[in-house]
């Protein structure tokens, strides 16, 4: 069994609500009826039931009925969810009258039914740029307690099984944080490893905190960002293996490690890779997807207290069925 169909299974052995607010749009829909057609997930879709049904009409969708349907218009929650949406963000100066404005937009509205324990996570971006799909969720979701910053992982699959876990690897951050603080990639390290464990089903992340230095061989205050995230991804979560700062090298393969890192107990085995900026990280992955070979499935966001993941805005109907069953392995991990 590939990752992707053990991912699906346990999307199936374990229903998840996940909401699709793009509920209109082609790819959305057709992958909601393959979702439903296998039971992938209990599907919740934002928008006008006889809009909606006549487009499963126009496709020839035949498991669009099965979904659960609801129209911020005439839906009895809108009014506590605009409530909601007010005491949330009052704070920031938000008045009733612009609660009431935003929780027609179905983006507020599915992370609205998410907070409210109705749904178990979100999937937008066929029609939305990522700061919309991103904004409702930082308002009303927020974050994980202990993270404060939002970042992608990539699941990275290879024929080289020496590798990883049976050729599975995890790369973190690769969408989101540009130049994170150490404080932030910490958080980033003990996201990813969640994510190794949650999707990728990897039951002992060995976290490698990446660098161009191992051990102190190379100095540079880069270098130091990355010892000191090491350090505060410690306590951040204790029982995580994680080691750094340690090269590609040293990180992967074990004779390497005998020499640059001996006696760590991730150096030459690791199976989650955090990289120490965007740039790094969105090279290396794409690096080692076309020249070595690799599939990437991605990017997953984490860091947020509920998933919501962003799709690419060219992604096909079966990249929304397979975000349907990654977005339900994390809300099954929370």
């Given at each position: 069994?590939?990752?992707?169909?053990?991912i699906?299974?346990?999307?199936?052995?374990n229903?998840?609500?996940?909401?699709?607010?793009?509920?209109?749009e082609e790819?959305t829909?057709?992958?909601?009826?393959?979702?439903l057609a296998?039971?992938?997930?209990?599907?919740?879709?934002?928008?006008?039931?006889?809009?909606?049904?006549?487009?499963?009409?126009?496709?020839?969708?035949?498991?669009?009925?099965k979904?659960?349907?609801?129209?911020?218009?005439?839906?009895?929650k809108?009014?506590?969810?605009?409530?909601?949406l007010?005491?949330?963000?009052?704070?920031?100066?938000m008045?009733?009258?612009?609660?009431?404005?935003?929780?027609?937009?179905?983006?507020?509205f599915?992370c609205?039914?998410?907070?409210?324990?109705?749904?178990?996570?979100?999937?937008?971006?066929?029609?939305?740029?990522?700061?919309?799909?991103?904004?409702?969720a930082?308002?009303?979701?927020?974050?994980?307690?202990?993270?404060?910053?939002?970042?992608?992982?990539?699941?990275?699959?290879s024929?080289?099984?020496?590798?990883?876990?049976?050729?599975?690897?995890?790369?973190?951050?690769?969408?989101?944080?540009?130049?994170?603080?150490?404080s932030?990639?910490?958080?980033?390290?003990?996201?990813?490893?969640?994510?190794?464990?949650?999707?990728?089903g990897?039951?002992?992340?060995?976290?490698?905190?990446?660098?161009?230095s191992?051990?102190?061989?190379?100095?540079?205050?880069?270098?130091?960002?990355?010892?000191?995230?090491?350090?505060?991804?410690?306590?951040?979560?204790?029982?995580?293996?994680?080691?750094?700062?340690?090269?590609?090298?040293?990180?992967?393969?074990?004779?390497?490690?005998?020499?640059?890192?001996?006696?760590?107990?991730?150096?030459?085995?690791?199976?989650?890779?955090?990289?120490?900026?965007?740039e790094?990280?969105?090279?290396?992955?794409k690096?080692?997807?076309?020249?070595?070979?690799?599939?990437?499935?991605g990017?997953?966001?984490?860091?947020?207290?509920?998933?919501?993941?962003?799709?690419?805005?060219?992604?096909?109907?079966?990249?929304?069925?397979?975000?349907?069953?990654i977005?339900?392995?994390?809300?099954m991990?929370?």
């Amino acid at each position: 069994m590939t990752l992707i169909e053990s991912i699906i299974e346990r999307a199936k052995s374990n229903r998840q609500r996940i909401v699709l607010p793009e509920s209109l749009e082609e790819r959305t829909i057709k992958a909601a009826d393959m979702a439903l057609a296998d039971s992938l997930a209990d599907i919740i879709l934002i928008g006008s039931e006889k809009e909606i049904m006549a487009k499963a009409a126009e496709y020839g969708l035949k498991h669009i009925s099965k979904a659960t349907i609801i129209d911020p218009a005439t839906s009895p929650k809108t009014a506590e969810y605009s409530k909601l949406l007010y005491e949330l963000r009052k704070n920031k100066g938000m008045t009733p009258e612009q609660a009431d404005a935003l929780v027609q937009n179905p983006l507020y509205f599915g992370c609205l039914i998410i907070k409210s324990g109705d749904a178990d996570g979100q999937i937008s971006g066929a029609l939305s740029t990522t700061g919309d799909t991103l904004r409702p969720a930082l308002q009303i979701i927020k974050c994980a307690p202990g993270i404060s910053c939002v970042s992608g992982a990539m699941l990275m699959i290879s024929d080289r099984t020496e590798y990883g876990d049976n050729g599975i690897m995890v790369f973190g951050d690769i969408a989101v944080t540009p130049v994170p603080d150490a404080s932030q990639l910490a958080q980033i390290a003990v996201c990813t490893a969640r994510t190794a464990k949650s999707v990728a089903g990897i039951e002992e992340p060995r976290v490698a905190m990446m660098s161009f230095s191992t051990k102190g061989s190379a100095k540079h205050e880069v270098v130091d960002k990355v010892v000191e995230a090491t350090r505060l991804a410690h306590e951040l979560d204790p029982e995580l293996k994680l080691d750094g700062e340690l090269q590609a090298d040293a990180a992967l393969v074990p004779s390497v490690a005998s020499k640059k890192a001996k006696g760590s107990e991730v150096a030459g085995k690791a199976n989650v890779l955090v990289f120490p900026s965007l740039e790094a990280g969105n090279i290396g992955y794409k690096l080692v997807q076309r020249l070595g070979g690799a599939d990437a499935i991605g990017p997953i966001l984490q860091g947020i207290a509920r998933p919501v993941n962003d799709l690419s805005r060219g992604c096909s109907v079966d990249d929304i069925y397979k975000m349907i069953a990654i977005t339900a392995c994390q809300a099954m991990g929370e």
